[in-house]
Every structure is written in C-alpha cells, then in structure tokens.
C-alpha cells in the first residue's frame, strides 16, 4: 500500500473556510437518512416513466408520482419486522390517514414496505386490500427489489426481484448489491474520476467485468456478479456505463447505516497533541503491513484529507478487530468503566471496502473520500454538514458533474 514508509506528518492545507468549531453554535438539525424502500418504489415508478418529486408539504406523503395528466401522492408505511398483521394494520392505517388528508376527491396511493414480503404474505395483502378499499390505489415494496403497485394506470409499475431468493434467485447475481467486497469495487466503478490523494482507486473508467477486476484486484466471477447485478438493477447500461449514479449512491449510503461495533479508547500517555503521535504511530505500524490493520475515519480522515469542515469532532479509527496490544502499540488503552474516551475505535463491518481504499496520506493510512461521505452523514456531531462539504467540493464535481447531494 502507498502508505507504507516513515512519515512526513505534514498534512495538506485544508480549503479556505469559515471556522466550524464545535459548540457553542447550536447543532444543525439532522438530514433525514436515504430510505431504500421509497428509492425502490421511486426506481420502479421511474422505469415505469413516472416522474416524482417532494411533497408541496411535510405530512403524510413520501412523494409525488406523475405520468401525464395522472397524478398520485404516495403515502409509505413500513414495518421493520415482516408480519402480515402489522402489515395489513399499516395498510389500514395509510388509507385513512391519506383519505383525511387527500380529501374526498384526489387519488392518492397507500404502500407498505418491509425487508422481505414472500408469495403469500403478497397474496394475502392483495386480498385484504379488496376486501377493505376495494376501489383504493395501493401496493407494496421490499428491501430485495420487489414491487407492485395496483390502481388505475399503475398496471405497468411491477418488480419482483424480491420473489427471486434462495433457490429462484438469478443464477450468478450477489444476494447482497452492497456486500463488502462489492462496495470496495463501487468505489473503482464511481471513483476513477476522483482527484489524486482522495482513494486509493486507480484512475480511470471500467467498462467491462475484466476491466473492473484487474483494477480492483478481484477474481473475474465476483466482477461478472457486480456487473450483472447493475445492470439487472437498471445502475448500468449495455456499454458498461453507470446510469442512475444519484440513486445508487443514496441506496449505498442507506445500506452503510447497519451498526457497527464501536469502543472507547483513551490515551496512555495524553501529553501535548495525542492526535499527532497517534497519526505518528499509525504510519510507523503500517509502514510494516502489507495491508493496514488500522487507519483513521470519519472527521479525522477529512481533515487529513484536506477536506474536514468541522472541528471539535470525534476522532475515530477504523480497526480490522479490537485487539489491546495492537491499540497499545498507538498509544491507546480501552477505557475503564466510567471513563471518558478520547478516541471512538470502530470494527469496520466492511474491511475489504475500508482497507482497500484507505490512501496514504504522508504514510499514514486515512479511509477514502468515499468512505469519509458514507460514514460522517449519520453522526449527530454536524455530519450531514460534512457529508454535503465532502460533496460540493469533491463528489459531486467529480462523479456527477455538479448537482444537489442524493
């Protein structure tokens, strides 16, 4: 890795902005997180050449379909737990709520979402729907692909991926798009256009399963799956270009919210500028590792990326697996009962996407730009500010041109 060898720790001058110390400016309100059932119902509803956009107001709607002179606003109820009960009670409930605030006279459509519907349970919520609102618009999602919509002019919004598992998957295709080793070859698919310094991606374009192997240092067949599934998924077109990158990159971000395990740690020895000794020492144990065992993340990787935004913040460190001598070996100790810690070490749930794109910032291993966005969005500590600098300044010029965050 371009990480090894002893360091020079001067890092590179941040862009001129406004200090954003920490407190006592009040926190910005949270961004509301991707949700991946309403982007796989606004994915089929485009494909089906419905366009959507934000509701005029905050209550009820997800949003608003529209296809020539039909228009539908769309009321999403989810259960985290597949149960037809709590299903059908949700279905219940979106029809009334939307009745009350659509009025007598405007459509709108009732859906309800859960990680996986199966045959029967689809059935099942077809035949209470009649039973009940015989003449109302509704339908259903999952977090696998499946959707089906029923109403006047909705005959044609149906996607049933979600049917396709275990046995009836599609032969060759990742059960999981965002898998581990899959999202480390997301970033060579999106991050070959990435200014130098920000990835450890190789530049360049990958048109081709081959291609996309040999950039990623991947077997052929997990290639061929990635490609496979995109396409299946409408993220890439015949030619092997990424389409629809805006939404695939809100469904990647939505998929990185899963927990991840976390400790405290605290210094051994505090001194003056512990950060500076803990980057020190990171260079030194990675300039003897063939792949690093540890690097730094989130608002610690940004500002070494030259691109942090907020001071004040945590500093994290990503590890392969919580491991006392490794953390002594940087000068941390995992802290007592009641101690106050000074460094938030997190097991990375994703060690093939961290590690392989992890960049050496003067020797010391740093996680990706990539990683930086889909990590620091979440954190309460102004991510969603973070997130969206790391965006405008290096993201969106490079992957999409410009244009507003997903």
Not at 161 to 167: A, H, L, P
Not at 284 to 309: I, N, T
Not at 326 to 348: I, N
Request: hydrophobic content about 45%.
């Amino acid at each position: 890795m371009a990480c090894c060898g002893r360091p020079e720790l001067a890092y590179p001058a941040q862009e001129s902005y406004p200090a954003q110390e920490m407190p006592p400016s009040p926190p910005s309100p949270p961004r509301e997180s991707p949700n991946p059932l309403a982007l796989e119902l606004r994915n089929a509803l485009g494909d089906a050449g419905w366009s959507t956009r934000p509701p005029a107001n905050n209550a009820p709607w997800a949003f608003v379909a529209r296809k020539a002179s039909r228009r539908y606003p769309v009321l999403l109820n989810q259960a985290g737990v597949p149960r037809l009960s709590t299903l059908r009670g949700l279905l219940a409930d979106g029809i009334l709520r939307g009745r009350a605030a659509a009025g007598p006279d405007v459509r709108f459509l009732a859906v309800v979402g859960a990680p996986a519907i199966s045959r029967a349970m689809a059935a099942a919520i077809e035949a209470y729907a009649r039973e009940v609102a015989p003449d109302q618009p509704f339908g259903y999602v999952d977090e696998r692909g499946l959707v089906r919509l029923f109403g006047p002019g909705l005959d044609g919004v149906q996607k049933v991926q979600g049917f396709r598992s275990g046995v009836g998957r599609i032969a060759g295709q990742p059960r999981d798009l965002f898998s581990d080793l899959n999202q480390w070859m997301l970033k060579v698919l999106v991050g070959g256009k990435l200014p130098a310094g920000m990835s450890a991606v190789p530049p360049g374009l990958a048109r081709s399963a081959p291609e996309l192997a040999a950039k990623a240092g991947v077997s052929a067949p997990a290639a061929w799956r990635l490609f496979a599934a995109l396409k299946a998924a409408g993220y890439m077109d015949v030619d092997g270009q990424l389409v629809r990158t805006r939404d695939l990159l809100a469904r990647w971000r939505a998929a990185s919210l899963r927990p991840q395990r976390q400790v405290d740690a605290a210094w051994i020895m505090p001194g003056r500028d512990p950060v500076e000794r803990l980057r020190t020492r990171l260079a030194e144990v990675a300039g003897g590792e063939e792949s690093p065992s540890a690097c730094l993340g989130l608002f610690a990787a940004c500002d070494a990326l030259g691109v942090g935004h907020v001071r004040g913040a945590p500093v994290h460190l990503y590890v392969r697996k919580v491991d006392p001598p490794r953390l002594e070996a940087l000068g941390l100790a995992l802290s007592r009962p009641g101690q106050q810690g000074d460094v938030v070490v997190r097991v990375a749930r994703w060690p093939e996407s961290v590690f392989r794109g992890a960049v050496g910032v003067h020797g010391v291993p740093v996680a990706d730009i990539i990683q930086c966005w889909l990590d620091v969005s979440a954190e309460p500590s102004r991510g969603a500010e973070q997130s969206a600098f790391i965006w405008r300044k290096v993201l969106g010029p490079a992957i999409e041109g410009g244009g507003a965050e997903p």
